[in-house]
């Protein structure tokens, strides 16, 4: 098993980040609130789940080694396969599908494209006993990338042109959040740039 990959990051796709890693670049499958703590040249470490089948290797990319526990765990339930697994993973955060299961939040499971009210029934009786209870403080977590301090909305730029979007369609999806960021901002908080980027990329696929 591949547990972790480290190195500079050496291209940025919409679902990938290529790592350089001995001279071998790695194509790693992450989700839009991991890449978005990626910068093209700088090193990064992300903890790896590699998934085997019969025509394919695919090596999924994590922020901490509790994403892809948690990661690992969604795919012990039946119906639930790396793909769909990564998309929970990319609408909630480990702790939120802890807090999901463990109070029967059926809502929050059908907010993930691909489980219906049916699977998220489903899902809540196998996994109940599976993710354990919420772990987290509270506070920020630590991002794949030690990078310099920088405002949300030069972190959200940065990320959508590391995506691969235009300048132009950066800056309108930037201003269709900022709403939610000053929000933020008023409660006293900081805006979460990973529930940014996702609400960025809806609405540059709704103007598409």
Not at 73 to 90: E, F, I, K, N, Y
Not at 97 to 119: M, Y
Not at 121 to 139: F, M, S
Request: charged share 20%.
């Amino acid at each position: 098993m591949i547990a972790f990959v480290r190195g500079p990051v050496a291209a940025l796709a919409p679902t990938t980040a290529v790592v350089e890693v001995g001279g071998v670049g790695m194509a790693v499958q992450c989700t839009p609130a991991t890449l978005a703590e990626l910068r093209i040249g700088q090193e990064a470490r992300l903890a790896t789940s590699l998934v085997v089948r019969e025509d394919s290797l695919t090596l999924y990319g994590f922020a901490d080694d509790d994403e892809r526990q948690v990661f690992e765990l969604l795919q012990t339930a039946s119906g639930v396969g790396p793909r769909l697994a990564q998309a929970m993973l990319a609408v909630h955060t480990p702790d939120a599908l802890r807090r999901a299961v463990s109070t029967g939040d059926e809502k929050a499971l059908t907010a993930v494209p691909g489980i219906g009210k049916k699977g998220a029934q489903k899902l809540l009786l196998e996994l109940k006993d599976r993710l354990g209870e919420p772990v987290g403080t509270g506070g920020t977590r630590q991002g794949a990338v030690a990078a310099a301090p920088a405002s949300w909305a030069e972190q959200l730029h940065s990320a959508l042109i590391g995506l691969g979007y235009a300048a132009r369609d950066a800056d309108e999806a930037v201003a269709q959040v900022t709403p939610q960021a000053e929000a933020a901002l008023a409660d006293g908080g900081q805006p979460p740039v990973p529930q940014l980027l996702r609400a960025a990329l809806q609405s540059l696929n709704r103007t598409r």
